[in-house]
């Protein structure tokens, strides 16, 4: 008799597993499926210029690269990222001028730093990733 009470009592274990198994499968498949609905939001490229001297500005506070300038940007943040790809007409240009290769975000523009202004213009373009404030 006990033989028979330990089987039952497995086949109850089993049947409980089998349906949390379930449960979780159709969690994971609701939540593929949610991913592959979704669309991610992307952000255009905006393609800008980098003027040769005109609105350059210098400061201190990176000794490294004394000069910069003010690219601006309706609604970003400090908060934010942007990513800056200079265009290949003007890499020799701001490889001279030794363009720092980061950028910071400000309230409603993206700062680059150079070592000196550039004596060309720079073609580029610049992307956003919106940070979390």
């Not at 601006?72 to 290769?101: E, F, M, Q, Y």
Request: net charge neutral; glycine share 6%.
């Amino acid at each position: 008799m006990d033989k028979l009470a330990t089987k039952q009592q497995v086949k109850n274990c089993i049947s409980a597993v089998k349906g949390y198994v379930d449960k979780i499968l159709i969690a994971v498949t609701d939540a593929i499926e949610a991913l592959d609905t979704s669309k991610v939001e992307k952000t255009e490229a905006v393609s800008i210029v980098i003027p040769a001297a005109i609105g350059w500005g210098s400061d201190a506070t990176v000794p490294d690269y004394p000069f910069y300038y003010d690219i601006p940007v309706n609604g970003v943040t400090a908060h934010d990222r942007a990513t800056i790809t200079i265009a290949p007409a003007s890499i020799g240009t701001a490889a001279s001028c030794k363009l720092c290769p980061t950028n910071e975000t400000l309230a409603g523009k993206i700062r680059v730093r150079s070592v000196s202004v550039p004596a060309k213009s720079i073609a580029a373009e610049y992307w956003i990733e919106q940070g979390k404030e």
